[in-house]
């Protein structure tokens, strides 16, 4: 690669960059008035929040003008790096435009072509999920986007994989530019059937009295077939009791026990199988405990089927005499 004089300036230390613009989310006045008033709430409900996230959605402007700006800032310098945290995945792309502990707002892009091939090249019937948090949606362009619509029971703390919960069609929905649409990812959920062009979406995740659970569907059985913990906080402490488990100290041994007492069944039962790497005595007797009067039947099951191996390997394993 033989690079231009720029880059070989910018490689060298020589390069001169432009005074970089004030472009974070917290230097925009729009922005920094609605965390002003996230702070001020006297109470973070959903619906407060939400109130406020359809004011902010009545008119986009600044949201244009910060764009714009932000293209300014990149055509003047080629080393131009945003002050914004990139997310996205395979099929969609996006910036996180504001952050607050109850509400976080993205700019994805969703590319008529990412969409055409994840149709074209899905393995298996795929999944519908229920995300158990309520978001808000204007599309800034619509893609000519039909969206396929689904409802399902709310999923609480005792809800099982085992009472073959199902999901079921709502309709359809033509998506149309500028149009604001509300989601309660606890009951509800959408997929997009198809679409003309490249969708531009403005996304409220709202933070707060979310479900427990993200529930997944089988879009052919329409039978729940996954979920997955939406409280970021117990997330944190599977990881960090997996952790605890690989250093493998005697003492760790106290508090992986004492979260086999959980409120969350997902985190007790995380917290159990970890215990059993490190004191199965221990583990043993929380098992037996679980599998007796733990309130969550998945747990009660899944308990009495890791005794029952336990103790068939432990026999296997026991010497064999006349």
């Known amino acids: 690669m033989i690079p231009r004089p720029q880059l070989q300036a910018y490689l060298a230390g020589s390069h001169r960059r432009p005074a970089p613009p004030a472009l974070h989310w917290r230097e925009q006045p729009v922005l920094a008035r609605l965390h002003d008033a996230l702070e001020a709430l006297p109470e973070r409900s959903s619906a407060a929040i939400g109130a406020l996230v359809e004011r902010l959605f009545a008119d986009t402007a600044w949201l244009e003008h910060w764009v714009a700006r932000l293209a300014q800032a990149a055509a003047a ?6 002050p914004l945290v990139v997310n996205g995945n395979k099929h969609q792309r996006g910036l ?3 952050s607050h502990d109850c509400l976080a707002l993205t700019l994805n892009v969703l590319a008529i072509d990412a969409l055409a ?6 393995r298996g019937p795929g999944v519908i999920v229920f995300t158990g948090g309520r978001s808000v949606q204007k599309f800034l362009k619509g893609g000519g986007a039909l969206l396929q619509l689904w409802s399902a029971p709310p999923s609480d703390a005792a809800f099982s994989l085992a009472e ?12 149309e530019d500028g149009e604001i649409l509300t989601i309660d990812g606890r009951t509800q959920s959408y997929v997009i059937d198809h679409a003309v062009s ?17 529930v997944e569907y089988d879009a052919q059985t329409l039978l729940a ?13 599977q990881m960090l009791l997996s952790f605890l488990s690989m250093r493998g100290r005697a003492g760790d041994a106290d508090i992986l026990e004492r979260y086999t007492h959980d409120d969350a069944f997902y985190l007790r039962w995380h917290a159990a199988r970890e215990l059993l790497g490190m004191d199965v005595d221990r583990a043993m007797d929380r098992l037996r405990a679980m599998e007796l009067v733990d309130p969550h039947p998945d747990i009660r099951g899944a308990a009495r089927s890791a005794l029952s191996m336990l103790v068939g390997q432990a ?4 010497p064999c005499h006349a």
């Open 117 to 122: 091939a994840k149709k074209a090249h899905r």
């Open 315 to 318: 026999a296997g394993a026991a």
């Open 225 to 237: 077939v996954g979920a997955s913990s939406t409280n970021d906080g117990a997330s944190r402490s």
């Open 198 to 214: 490249d969708i531009m979406v403005l996304q409220a995740d709202l933070r707060v009295d979310r479900a427990p659970l993200l």
């Open 164 to 175: 073959a919960h199902r999901c079921a069609p709502a309709g359809y929905h033509a998506i």
């Open 77 to 82: 310098d080629p080393f131009f790096d945003p």
């Open 96 to 98: 996180v435009v504001f």
